[in-house]
T-cell receptor, first 113, second 114 residues
Framework: DSGVTQTPKHLITATGQRVTLRCSPR?????VYWYQQSLDQGLQFLIH???????AKGNILERFSAQQFPDLHSELNLSSLELGDSALYFC????????????FGDGTRLSIL | AQSVTQLGSHVSVSEGALVLLRCNYS??????LFWYVQYPNQGLQLLLK??????LVKGINGFEAEFKKSETSFHLTKPSAHMSDAAEYFC????????????FGQGTRLTINP
């Protein structure tokens, strides 16, 4: 158990819809990262938050957004969903120090029908 | 920009044999390097990390990796494979000055033959 909790584990929805993925980091971790894992793109970094502030963006579509709340949990919002958004979305957390590894949750599997 | 190349998308070894998973990286700054393992329907679990201390890094489950700057490599090894080692393995790089995002290789699926 990594201590990172992601909900829901599975999500099935239709094209054009909007969903919210939730992540609770390990106790004490200030950084939250979101990654997307798909068969064609592999594991891709989406976005990083540190103590409520956005720190870096990766290959994140404009239809996607995220935030980190004062209690440090984070949400990834995906809107106007397309078939190609079907993937496994991982959240990871770390204390925020540069040499500390990231610990991953079990992911949310998003299926777009 | 940083990048990681994992040589071999699929590696198959016999139980008890040496496991060698190859990883080469590209980084304009001294890198932090990681190996993660992913079991089916699970998240990524950290195996080991290199953060500029000892070049030979020991991890969990008997795995180790050696950082070779001259070869820009960080290969993962285990002397004797066990059936429970069957999984997908990812090498990742990050820089220690930036946003610490991880750049992953494409992964290597390890199969253990009885």
């Amino acid at each position: 158990d990594s201590g990172v909790t992601q909900t829901p584990k599975h999500l099935i929805t239709a094209t054009g819809q909007r969903v919210t993925l939730r992540c609770s980091p390990r106790s004490g971790d200030l950084s939250v990262y979101w990654y997307q894992q798909s068969l064609d793109q592999g594991l891709q970094f989406l976005i990083h938050y540190y103590n409520g502030e956005e720190r870096a963006k990766g290959n994140i579509l404009e239809r996607f957004s995220a935030q980190q709340f004062p209690d440090l949990h984070s949400e990834l919002n995906l809107s106007s969903l397309e078939l190609g958004d079907s993937a496994l979305y991982f959240c990871a957390s770390s204390p925020g120090y540069s040499n500390q590894p990231q610990h991953f949750g079990d992911g949310t599997r998003l299926s777009i029908l | 920009a940083q990048s990681v190349t994992q040589l071999g998308s699929h590696v198959s070894v016999s139980e008890g044999a040496l496991v060698l998973l190859r990883c080469n990286y590209s980084s304009s700054v001294p890198p932090y390097l990681f190996w993660y393992v992913q079991y089916p329907n699970q998240g990524l679990q950290l195996l080991l990390k290199y953060t500029s201390a000892a070049t030979l890094v020991k991890g969990i489950n008997g795995f180790e990796a050696e950082f070779k700057k001259s070869e820009t490599s960080f290969h993962l090894t285990k002397p004797s494979a066990h059936m429970s080692d069957a999984a997908e393995y990812f090498c990742a790089v990050s820089d220690f000055q930036g946003a610490q995002k991880l750049v992953f290789g494409q992964g290597t699926r390890l199969t253990i033959n009885p």
